[in-house]
């Protein structure tokens, strides 16, 4: 993956919904392919950089964390926006197919999201956005695991902040004339205001009446000295760990 924060957030979400999805018993989101998607290599490096207080030098490939040790700040901290996130964003979607019939699913900023092979709906056509670096690691991924990707899935690379968004996406198939539901979830927080302005321009230019649009978005308050606790405290990790990605070159 490209050595940015929005790489390490993707990271640090996969392993939650990983997490999450073998351990939990009470699921908010089952995202049962997480872990196969994000390796066990990758997976125990977070785990352990979780318990060792995101220390990169207490790494040790011959040790496995422990999940008692990390509990407390996964689900205080990490795990409770992309889970709800996820969960609501697929409710949603699902909705909106039932509704509609066939449809587009447009996924902006897609990381390691794996509902491209979780849906066994074929007429949902699944379109996942996302920065060509970050892109090529999860189709290496792919390939690795042997996974066939479906028919009904397409891979556009985008630099939101240099590549003309609705041009890739005609090129890849998507028909701005069937009903789209479009997801930038966790995106907007890493681009500027106007680069995320044309970003809903062009999805609103490309996008029939009957599509649906989803996002969240830091309000004044997210990143201020209003910000509370919790969220001042994820800042700080995630901010910590670019530095360790940036000196991984591995990834």
């Given at each position: 993956?490209?050595?940015?924060?929005?790489?390490?957030?993707?990271?640090?979400?996969?392993?939650?919904?990983?997490?999450?999805?073998n351990?939990?018993?009470?699921?908010?989101?089952?995202?049962?392919?997480?872990y196969?998607?994000?390796?066990?290599?990758?997976?125990?490096?977070?785990?352990?950089?979780?318990?060792?207080?995101?220390?990169?030098?207490?790494?040790?490939?011959?040790?496995?964390?422990?999940?008692?040790?990390?509990?407390?700040?996964?689900?205080?901290?990490i795990?409770?926006?992309?889970?709800?996130?996820?969960?609501?964003?697929e409710?949603?979607?699902?909705?909106?197919?039932?509704?509609?019939?066939?449809?587009?699913?447009?996924?902006?900023?897609?990381?390691?999201?794996?509902?491209?092979?979780?849906?066994?709906?074929?007429?949902?056509?699944?379109?996942?956005?996302?920065?060509?670096?970050?892109?090529?690691?999860?189709?290496?991924?792919?390939?690795?695991?042997?996974?066939?990707?479906?028919?009904?899935?397409?891979?556009?690379?985008?630099?939101?902040?240099?590549?003309?968004?609705?041009?890739?996406?005609?090129?890849?198939?998507?028909?701005?004339?069937?009903?789209?539901?479009?997801?930038?979830?966790?995106?907007?927080?890493?681009?500027?205001?106007?680069?995320?302005e044309?970003?809903?321009?062009?999805?609103?230019?490309?996008?029939?009446?009957?599509?649906?649009?989803?996002?969240?978005?830091?309000?004044?308050?997210?990143?201020?000295?209003?910000?509370?606790?919790?969220v001042?405290?994820?800042?700080?990790?995630?901010?910590?760990?670019?530095?360790?990605?940036?000196?991984?070159?591995?990834?």
């Amino acid at each position: 993956m490209i050595d940015t924060q929005e790489s390490m957030t993707a990271k640090l979400c996969s392993f939650a919904r990983a997490y999450h999805s073998n351990y939990e018993k009470e699921k908010i989101f089952d995202d049962y392919l997480a872990y196969d998607l994000m390796g066990k290599e990758e997976y125990e490096e977070i785990g352990q950089l979780i318990e060792h207080g995101f220390q990169k030098e207490r790494f040790d490939p011959a040790y496995s964390f422990s999940g008692k040790d990390i509990s407390d700040v996964l689900n205080t901290f990490i795990s409770p926006i992309p889970l709800s996130r996820a969960s609501f964003a697929e409710r949603e979607l699902w909705r909106f197919a039932y509704d509609r019939g066939e449809c587009q699913y447009v996924i902006c900023g897609a990381g390691m999201d794996t509902f491209a092979f979780r849906n066994d709906d074929p007429k949902i056509k699944v379109f996942e956005i996302d920065h060509p670096d970050t892109q090529r690691y999860k189709l290496k991924r792919i390939r690795e695991l042997e996974w066939n990707i479906p028919k009904n899935v397409k891979y556009v690379s985008v630099d939101f902040t240099s590549d003309h968004m609705g041009n890739e996406l005609r090129k890849a198939g998507f028909d701005p004339k069937m009903p789209s539901f479009f997801a930038i979830l966790g995106v907007s927080y890493y681009l500027s205001l106007s680069v995320f302005e044309e970003t809903i321009r062009t999805i609103g230019q490309n996008s029939s009446f009957a599509s649906k649009l989803l996002f969240d978005f830091p309000d004044d308050t997210t990143f201020g000295a209003e910000a509370a606790e919790r969220v001042k405290i994820l800042t700080e990790i995630t901010a910590g760990l670019v530095l360790i990605d940036k000196h991984n070159p591995k990834k």
